[in-house]
């Protein structure tokens, strides 16, 4: 799955979930209508993402962007890296 970011963006996170064992259907992943700055555009549209990862039971919610497809991207690097500092203290 692309987002919209770079094409090295995109395979570093396919490259880091493969690594860390973390498969799509593994994740829960609705849209939420965002909040704050951005006009009417926020309130019409669903661009904030949650995730759940099921098997870990991490939770992400990201509405940084007003783009959704870089909201998902962002929701899964955070997934990453909470998964990669959960492996590190183990």
């Known amino acids: ?49 949650y995730i759940k ?3 870990t039971g991490i939770e992400v919610k990201c509405m940084k962007d007003r783009s959704q497809s870089i909201n998902r991207f962002l929701a899964r690097r955070t997934i990453v890296e909470k998964l990669t500092n959960m492996q590190k203290e183990q």
């Open 53 to 55: 990862h099921l098997p």
């Open 1 to 49: 799955m692309d987002f919209a970011v770079s094409p090295k963006k995109n395979k570093w996170l396919k490259e880091q979930m493969d690594a860390l064992n973390i498969k799509e259907e593994d994740l829960f992943e609705k849209f939420i209508r965002s909040s704050g700055k951005g006009g009417q555009k926020v309130n019409k549209s669903s661009t904030c993402v």
